[in-house]
């Protein structure tokens, strides 16, 4: 339920947080659409998932501290689960395709960085 008194500049700051949020989140999944390989397409949802969500939570931090309906307690839980497990996710996801592509010889393989192919 929205109050009525909502100030003006608050709904747009939180319709402006929100819309970038939903916005960034549709540019990451364009790009996992978009993309050809699968060390291109891991990126992109990736950053879209971390860039969207904050936008998205701030916009709820700020709707939710301002009218005083409760403490942003939930939305500080989410942020710090989302920046932890979707940077993790990715290196986990890159790093077992890189070594089953090592393994097998085929796909475009990213050079190592220590000049040998065993990672």
Partial sequence: MIPDDLPLWL?????????????????????????????????APTLGTSLGTGFILLGSVLYFTITGQRLSV???????????????????????????DREEGTGAVPPSRFGRDDG
């Fill in 11 to 43: 709904a747009i700051l939180v319709g402006i947080c929100v819309l970038a949020g939903a916005f960034l989140t549709l540019v990451g999944a364009i790009g996992l659409a978009r993309f050809s390989s699968f060390y291109e397409r891991v990126h």
């Fill in 74 to 100: 939930h939305e500080v839980l989410i942020f710090i689960f989302v920046s932890v497990t979707t940077p993790v996710t990715l290196m986990l996801l890159a790093r077992a395709a890189l070594y089953r």
